[in-house]
């Protein structure tokens, strides 16, 4: 069956824009995941939702960052006024219980100009 | 410092050879442990999944969870070059879904 998928793959901004990441789970999974990923670096938790609730955001960097998942299913991560350290690969995981395994879809690349 | 520590530098192997990963943590909280596969340009693939302190076996794959000393580790017997990539691992804690990554193992394995 079909995976996690997320669009754009790749997003070129120029500093100040808004940008708008989008995150399509897998069918039926309730919990979705927003993670960052720095060059080099591990993934960085941002936020969680279980089904429309965003029951965690502490990991969000800035009040420019928000996301939303409006009808329990595709998620949209927004970034406000985007800055050169946003740029970073935005991964997406969906997983069908709290404690199960989440899958991740391939990210998308921000490059901030 | 942070929570999952994992030296991050370049592993190369002859194929064939016994592949060693580890990582440190510093959160008693963890109960929950991962090893993570990334290919280049792709998302984390699970490996395992381990529960506690303990051995797991999947394969030519190994996890094992030292909770005592905060440890855990991965071992790939008989290297193949398709398991060149990247490797996280991840643990979490009880009632705290968010997954804590270390920086991640770049392996080698050479033909």
């Known amino acids: 069956g079909a995976g996690v998928s997320q669009s754009p793959r790749y997003k070129v901004a120029k500093r100040g824009q808004d940008v708008a990441l989008r995150c399509d789970p897998i069918?039926?999974?309730?919990?979705l995941f927003w993670y960052q990923q720095a060059l080099g670096q591990g993934p960085e938790f941002l936020t969680y939702?279980?089904?429309?609730?965003?029951?965690?955001k502490s990991g969000l960097p800035s009040d420019r960052f928000f996301a939303e998942r409006p009808e329990g299913s595709v998620s949209t991560l927004k970034i406000q006024r985007t800055q050169q350290e946003d740029s970073a690969v935005y991964l997406c995981?969906?997983?069908?219980?709290?404690?199960?395994?989440?899958?991740f879809g391939p990210g998308t690349r921000l490059t901030v100009l | 410092q942070k929570e999952v520590e994992q030296d991050p530098g370049p592993l190369s192997v002859p194929e064939g050879a016994i592949v060693s990963l580890n990582c440190t943590y510093s959160n008693s909280a963890f109960q929950y442990f991962m090893w993570y596969r990334q290919y280049s340009r792709k998302g984390p693939e699970l490996l395992m999944y381990?529960?506690?302190?303990g051995n797991k076996e999947d394969g030519r794959f190994t996890a094992q969870v030292d909770k005592s000393s905060k440890y855990i580790s991965l071992f790939i017997r008989d290297s193949q070059p398709s398991d060149s990539a990247t490797y996280l691992c991840a643990m979490s804690a009880h009632g705290n879904n968010r997954l804590a990554f270390g920086k991640g193992n770049q392996v080698v394995v050479i033909p």
């Open positions: 381990t529960y506690s302190s």
């Open positions: 069918s039926g999974h309730v919990s």
């Open positions: 995981a969906s997983s069908s219980g709290t404690y199960n395994e989440q899958f």
């Open positions: 939702f279980q089904n429309e609730a965003q029951l965690d």
